[in-house]
């Protein structure tokens, strides 16, 4: 699999196709890793109601051994041809509308599991997520977006207010079209559920599983970090650092020394970046990391929160320059490589979180993982760190609930 830094970058289009019709801000702000991005459905779209041709068998099994099935729902909800989308529970695409809120304001688009056993369903071309709550329901509002069309508000559990808060449930994203099955689990917003992922077709892979244990042991290493631990809400969910920021529970210059040290080492030495365009090498002139190389790049110095999105002044643009450095720089940043190595990006994991200075969540997510692959931010996939598997010629998709 290519890592994301040496692959086209869409992660704009990746928000437009999932948050960016959504009003809940928080919710737009970080729809995270690149299953989505830059690969949409094909063909015409179908007609309301109508079953896709194509379908791609998916198979939900509750594994968690605390939950049964009927305490479990799920929910397909995404983009189709610049539609926003559900799956109904015989796998047919129907767009959402302002009609399928309820007396109470919110939707009805569970699914519910068999009575017992894996629960079989078809999933059609689409962009989207598949999320799973336990022991209650979530709550979906279709509301009108600036344009006037339909558009879903998804779950932000990272959001007080928000209200899903009190609800257990997480995500996995995919999009599947004719190029094949594109697929994660994801820690970028929060980690919340065990989801493993398994992709049979060319090949069979698995990638997500959290091994035994292993989510109390995120939730213990963050309870012990004193920045981290206003991110663990209860025994329910982590709330990752970003959101943490914005919500005022995790320090605004946390990571301030250390992108200081970045700025002032590279003032005087060079830090070369390895991209599919070449070896980019830069030093800070005028306040500015600056590379040269097969284009001139530069970038000013990143805030906390840049860092921990992957944004504001790391952004990275779908250019085949600026992007992949951007996205190896913000690698760099959270798995606190930049001052051990002056070649990046660095594919040592032992390598990764060394400092006392890192980002605890992303590192403590990764431990949690039985092959040390996770989404812990958002360009976690250079160098192909990420629980991200793809194929281009699926025969079954499984998403698995797994042990608590």
Not at 27 to 55: C, N, R, Y
Not at 218 to 233: I, K, Q
């Amino acid at each position: 699999m290519t890592p994301r830094h040496q692959r086209p970058l869409g992660r704009r289009k990746l928000l437009a196709a999932l948050g960016g019709a959504a009003v809940a801000a928080p919710v737009a702000a970080v729809v995270a890793p690149h299953a989505l991005a830059g690969v949409g459905s094909d063909g015409a779209p179908a007609a309301p109601g109508a079953k896709a041709a194509g379908t791609l068998p998916l198979t939900i099994v509750n594994g968690t051994g605390t939950f049964g099935n009927a305490d479990v729902h799920v929910y397909i909800v995404g983009n189709q041809d610049g539609r926003q989308v559900r799956v109904t529970p015989d796998g047919a695409v129907a767009p959402v509308a302002l009609s399928d809120n309820g007396a109470d304001g919110y939707t009805d688009y569970a699914i519910n599991l068999a009575d017992s056993g894996g629960t079989r369903l078809d999933l059609p071309h689409l962009s989207g997520r598949i999320y799973v709550s336990l022991g209650a329901e979530l709550k979906f509002k279709v509301v009108s977006d600036g344009a006037g069309d339909a558009a879903l508000q998804y779950p932000a559990g990272w959001v007080e207010s928000d209200p899903n808060y009190g609800v257990l449930h997480d995500c996995a994203e995919f999009t599947y079209n004719s190029a094949g099955m594109f697929c994660n689990t994801t820690m970028v917003d929060m980690f919340s559920v065990p989801l493993a992922i398994r992709l049979t077709g060319a090949k069979d892979q698995t990638t997500g599983t959290v091994r035994t244990g292993g989510r109390a042991a995120a939730f213990d290493a963050l309870r012990r970090t004193e920045e981290f631990a206003p991110l663990v809400v209860d025994d329910t969910r982590i709330i990752a650092p970003g959101h943490g920021l914005d919500a005022g529970l995790f320090p605004e210059d946390y990571l301030a020394p250390y992108i200081d040290e970045v700025w002032s080492t590279y003032t005087g030495k060079d830090l070369r970046v390895t991209t599919n365009a070449g070896t980019f090498t830069g030093r800070v002139r005028g306040g500015r990391l600056a590379f040269d190389g097969p284009a001139q790049v530069s970038f000013a110095k990143p805030s906390t929160r840049d860092v921990l999105f992957c944004d504001g002044a790391l952004a990275a643009p779908n250019d085949g320059t600026t992007g992949p450095v951007a996205a190896v720089l913000g690698a760099g940043f959270n798995r606190s490589t930049l001052l051990s190595s002056a070649a990046q990006p660095t594919t040592d994991p032992s390598a990764f979180y060394g400092t006392a200075l890192t980002n605890h969540y992303s590192k403590a997510v990764h431990a949690a993982t039985e092959d040390g692959r996770a989404y812990g931010f958002a360009f976690d996939d250079v160098a192909d760190f990420a629980s991200y598997i793809q194929d281009t010629a699926p025969t079954g998709f499984r998403l698995t609930l797994t042990a608590f």
